[in-house]
């Protein structure tokens, strides 16, 4: 919706009309992106965008990898999405970028805490970032972080439960979507532990009325990173329009959508002569920058993957109203 | 100690090769059944197995190939370890048409395509014979129990047999062997049961008949030489006597002693002869002996009351006259004599009872001890007589048996004696 939106404020309704394929997966297969960008190929479409979620963007990722066909997905940290080639792109920051964020942030805000990070090991965000931990952060001697991995039933275990409730940490690191953590939200809620939590900047994107919930009954603080800065000059006026088009507030992955939108949009009006893989391709790299989105300029690197963009931290009040760390 | 007499086994052994046999070639056929049987269930367990594992593997395909695809190989190897230990699977693993080391796989894997160039390839465990024959284990158990129950009854019967058969066949073979004579005594010690113990008794019998009966031809081939050698010194006497002066009442006196001699002489060369064609008939010899028999004990105060029951006249025995009046009035003497001298009675019952004549011959005398009368009968054997030789009721049991008849004696000590004889008759 918000991606046709913003495709059709650079194109125009008919040329958006004549050119855009549209495909989906609505089995809820677990591959069912690969299902659907393989059926597009077939097609032989000149660009592929959309795929949103590490899981999805990463299956796609290595399906075209090579193919030398233009990809971009919105969002997406996942490191792999930097190894894709030269044609693969993502409007995220990297998950190296989110997670040093963090405990940055960690480091800003709880210094000499003792914090749990709690990892959906099934989540494949939760699990990169999980790794990046490992590799480059958990020996860093300023701060003091635990992994613990939900189980199959997305809950902590009793054992792990039991630090919570004694007091043993000050804050909790989620790396996971907030769709993968209702369960241990509810867990959290009826064990009455409630210490701040540090969310990934997916938390910018899920499930809203989770997270207010979630943070209504909570007292301690929430924050969260996202690349959305809501209270710039380009996010008010997407706001602004999305609401004369659509009649509500725009969520920040309708922002990811508007902004997709409005890239593709602007890379197909830049083609010259006839649509193919190659034209499309070569007028994205025309100029890999682009302006006047919901995040504001947005640049690319020439060898693909994540973009230029970097999150900054938010903070949930119980007003439901957001503050910048 | 009794030595046993070394014999083969050779029918017990072929029956008890039979039955092992039997047993054998039944153990072959239930094995070879339950074998097919078993791999036949095995390839379909294998076959149903497979198609398990397939759906349930087509459950977690998905995900598990995403999570290959995005390097989430940890989580992946728990996984599918967990898959493989569940199912008993030797290898799970992703393949791709870009995997240098690609195995070929083999008839019993199983591979599911989840990508146009991505499968997961799944060793099954291959299940040995013996593995397959074990997932019937309770089948084996049973075999096992009907091959033992087989065995079992095999063994009991081959001891069976040789404890109520063979032995006691062998024991009787013994006792013919080492004894000329008594073989019915020996006979009763051998342990044999039933129809067994019949056949024992009545060959052992049969033994001592035998036996007998070459004593007595023996006797009677010496007796009809000395008959015949006699007859010749009889006939010169007879010629002397016609031509001698002696006085007429010496004369007479003395031709009626040898025409004595020379009827007993011809008596003894008949009992020799072959007998067969003999026939009397058994009224008229009866009552012919009963005149003579009560003309014989007038004196003596012993009655002899004959009662002849439903017989024509006609009736006659294979014995000649002189043969069965011989008989019976020997039968008749130890019944006066039963009576030490006292004087008596003796009841003649004479019967047709089916297509045999019955004579019962009674008396009140003094009866016989019951070990006695078991030995009566027997050669030698006497009772109660100073002089008596026991050739009497001897002689009548053999004559009564050899022309098919039988000679039964009950007796009670004090209270007398009853013999039976039946014998057949024509008309």
């Excluded at chain 1, 302006?291 to 020439?302: A, H, Q």
């Excluded at chain 2, 040898?258 to 009827?263: C, D, F, G």
């Excluded at chain 2, 004559?399 to 000679?407: M, R």
Aim: glycine share 6%; net charge positive.
């Amino acid at each position: 919706m918000a991606f046709e939106f913003g495709l059709i404020e650079s194109l125009g309704e008919e040329r958006t009309t004549k050119i855009l394929v549209r495909n989906q997966d609505n089995s809820g297969s677990k591959i069912g992106a690969i299902k659907v960008a393989n059926e597009l190929l077939n097609q032989n479409v000149a660009a592929l965008f959309g795929f949103s979620g590490s899981h999805d963007s990463v299956l796609v990722g290595k399906l075209v990898s090579g193919k030398n066909i233009l990809t971009i997905v919105p969002g997406s940290m996942h490191n792999d999405l930097a190894s894709f080639g030269d044609a693969f792109y993502t409007t995220g920051h990297s998950m190296d970028l989110e997670v040093q964020n963090t405990i940055e942030f960690i480091d800003r805000t709880f210094p000499k805490a003792r914090g749990a990070v709690i990892i959906n090991r099934y989540a494949v965000a939760s699990s990169s970032a999980e790794k990046i931990l490992i590799e480059k952060h958990l020996n860093n001697p300023r701060i003091s972080l635990k992994l613990m991995y939900l189980n199959k039933d997305l809950n902590l275990d009793e054992v792990d439960l039991k630090f919570l409730r004694d007091g043993k940490f000050n804050f909790l690191y989620f790396t996971a979507y907030p769709e993968a953590m209702v369960n241990f939200a509810n867990q959290l809620e009826k064990s009455n532990i409630d210490i701040p939590v540090v969310a990934a900047s997916s938390w910018g994107l899920g499930d809203s009325d989770l997270l207010r919930r979630f943070i209504v009954n909570k007292k301690s603080p929430l924050y969260f990173s996202t690349d959305w800065i809501i209270h710039s000059k380009e996010s008010k006026h997407f706001t602004n329009i999305f609401k004369l088009k659509f009649g509500k507030e725009p969520s920040p992955e309708n922002a990811l959508g508007y902004d997709l939108g409005k890239i593709v949009g602007e890379t197909i009006s830049r083609v010259e002569g006839s649509m193919t893989r190659a034209s499309v391709l070569k007028a994205f790299k025309k100029n890999l920058c682009f302006e006047r989105l919901s995040v504001g300029r947005l640049c690319f690197m020439e060898t693909g993957g994540h973009s230029s963009i970097k999150p900054v931290f938010y903070q949930f009040k119980s007003d439901k109203s957001l503050r910048i760390q | 100690m009794r030595v046993m007499t070394k014999v083969k086994y050779t029918l017990l052994k072929k029956l008890l090769l039979m039955q092992v046999t039997v047993v054998l070639l039944g153990a072959i056929a239930i094995s070879s059944t339950f074998l097919l049987s078993s791999f036949m269930i095995a390839r379909s367990d294998l076959e149903n197995e497979k198609k398990q594992i397939a759906s349930y593997l087509l459950l977690r395909a998905d995900e598990w190939t995403a999570w290959h695809q995005v390097g989430m190989t940890n989580l992946l190897s728990e996984e599918m370890n967990e898959f493989q230990n569940q199912n008993r699977l030797k290898s799970i693993r992703f393949v791709s048409s870009q995997d240098p080391v690609s195995k070929k796989p083999n008839e019993q894997d199983l591979v599911i395509q989840i990508l146009p160039d991505l499968w997961i390839q799944v060793e099954l465990e291959k299940q040995n014979l013996l593995q397959l024959f074990w997932k019937q284990k309770n089948v084996v158990y049973s075999m096992l129990i009907l091959t033992f129950f087989f065995l079992s009854v095999s063994y009991f019967s081959f001891v069976y047999l040789r404890k109520k058969v063979h032995q006691p066949i062998v024991q009787l073979i013994d006792s013919m062997k080492g004894n000329m004579s008594g073989v019915r005594d020996v006979s009763k010690r051998i342990i044999a049961t039933d129809e067994m113990r019949v056949f024992v008794d009545e060959i052992s019998s049969l033994f001592e008949r035998i036996k007998t009966m070459e004593r007595t031809s023996a006797l009677g081939v010496i007796t009809a030489q000395v008959t015949h050698d006699l007859m010749s010194p009889i006939s010169s006497l007879e010629v002397f006597l016609e031509n001698s002066s002696i006085l007429d009442d010496e004369k007479e006196l003395l031709s009626l002693s040898v025409s004595r001699i020379k009827n007993i002489a011809a008596d003894l060369l008949e009992r020799n002869r072959n007998v067969n064609g003999r026939f009397s008939g058994i009224k008229k010899n009866i009552d012919e002996l009963i005149v003579l028999k009560n003309a014989e004990f007038s004196k003596c105060n012993f009655n002899i009351i004959c009662e002849i029951d439903g017989l024509t006249g006609e009736e006659a025995i294979p014995l000649s006259g002189l043969e069965f009046q011989r008989m019976v009035s020997n039968l008749i003497n130890n019944a006066y004599e039963s009576y030490e001298g006292k004087g008596g009675v003796v009841k003649i019952k004479i019967s047709k009872i089916e297509s045999r004549i019955n004579i019962r011959i009674i008396d009140f005398g003094k009866g016989m001890a019951k070990e006695i009368l078991a030995d009566i009968g027997n050669f030698g054997t006497s009772f109660g007589k100073a002089k008596g030789s026991g050739i009497g009721i001897y002689s009548a049991k053999e004559l009564v048996n050899s022309i098919g008849g039988e000679l039964n004696i009950t007796s009670i000590r004090g209270d007398g004696t009853e013999i039976s004889i039946s014998l057949p008759y024509q008309i």
